[in-house]
């Protein structure tokens, strides 16, 4: 059984962040598949603004999103930083704030998480 926390802090600039998202989504899905694993995906920093596409039905990346939702979770100040905030309200997710508006990385760690980040 392995605790994984997956971070998504690529924005959506640039043909390289488009690879750290699917990267991410991709091993999200892999601990998902897995009965034994627990997973938090998180969308933390410039990754909060991938949350409005990937909710699009028309996205490359909603099924594979779909995949993983249940376990995801959006930087409560991040998205509204990064201007974000509605769509991740509309949404649904649930944000993180339990460190100052952040995730808690620390909590994850004393949880044994294993924190991996794209």
């Known amino acids: 059984m392995t605790n994984a926390a997956i971070i998504v802090l690529a924005g959506t600039d640039g043909h390289s962040n488009l690879g750290r998202l699917a990267n991410g989504l991709e091993a999200a899905k892999e601990f998902a598949e897995n009965d034994g694993d627990e997973l938090e995906l998180i969308f ?9 596409e990937l909710e699009d039905e028309d996205s490359d990346y909603h099924e594979l999103y779909q995949s993983v939702r249940d376990d995801t979770a959006v930087c ?3 998205s509204g930083a990064f201007g974000v905030e509605d769509a991740v309200a509309e949404s649904g997710l649930v ?10 990385i620390r909590s994850l760690v004393d949880d044994d998480y294993e924190i991996i980040t794209f």
């Open 76 to 78: 409560d100040y991040c």
């Open 95 to 104: 944000t993180l704030d339990d460190h100052d508006g952040h995730p808690s």
């Open 44 to 52: 933390d920093g410039a990754g909060t603004q991938w949350i409005p």
